[in-house]
């Protein structure tokens, strides 16, 4: 079955520090690829997100490069922020397109 | 103006009670979900309904019981509730079962004691 496993956290930086949060994918076929961030007490909202290989995702200074060689997603932002502190959900879609498999999260923190 | 809206947004009870969560979304989207949150953050699919059939059923008790009354609700009922139903339990809708981009409401914590 499909899966998601991102690093495990918790990820503490100090403002404009340069992020990576690793995720790496098993699938069947050519799943999407999405970040999904949870900011304290809320739902998830949608990031950014990759349907194909070499595909870059970006949004608010994040990005991420879909790697079917290497089965990767990896999050990035070159100067995070005390607001970008919040958890990060990796995620994929199969081919039927309703279906999210979610990693497990990775809780980060910005300090000022 | 809320797109994905759940109520109640905290909800303590007892075990052995029966409960409901209710969701709506006023976006026009054809799907809805039902996830649960554990209390490591890790997220699960429960249920999905497209145009109020069910088309998603994960390995849930049957305690927990979906139910669609129209394109813009899903409600989730849970009867007998156990201690290992406390939880975050989040609903999300998309545009239709195509779509991969879905929208979530602000979740319900659940306690049960």
């Known amino acids: 079955g499909n899966s998601v496993t991102q690093m495990e956290g918790p990820v503490t930086l100090s403002e404009e520090a340069f992020l990576t949060i690793n995720c790496t994918y098993t699938a069947t076929g050519y799943p999407s690829l999405f970040w999904y961030v949870q900011y304290p007490g809320e739902g998830l909202q949608l990031l950014l997100k990759?349907?194909?290989?070499?595909d870059k995702g970006s949004n608010k200074g994040f990005e991420a490069t879909y790697r079917k060689e290497t089965t990767s997603f990896h999050l990035e932002k070159g100067s995070v922020q005390v607001s970008d502190s919040a958890v990060y959900f990796c995620?994929?879609?199969?081919?039927?397109?309703?279906?999210?498999?979610f990693g497990k999260g990775t809780l980060l923190t910005v300090n000022p | 103006d809320t797109a994905v809206s759940q109520t109640p947004k905290y909800l303590v009870t007892q075990m052995g009670n029966d409960k409901s969560i209710k969701c709506e979304q006023n976006l026009g989207h054809d799907t809805m979900y039902w996830y649960k949150q554990d209390s490591k953050k890790f997220l699960k699919i429960m249920f999905s309904y497209n145009n109020k059939e069910l088309i998603i059923n994960e390995t849930v008790p049957n305690r927990f019981s979906p139910k669609s009354p129209d394109k813009a609700h899903l409600n989730l009922h849970i009867n007998s509730l156990e201690l290992g139903d406390s939880a975050v339990y989040f609903c999300a809708s998309s545009q239709d079962i195509q779509s991969n981009e879905q929208y979530f409401g602000p979740g319900t914590r659940l306690t049960v004691t």
């Open positions: 990759a349907t194909k290989a070499d």
């Open positions: 995620a994929l879609s199969d081919r039927s397109g309703y279906k999210l498999t």
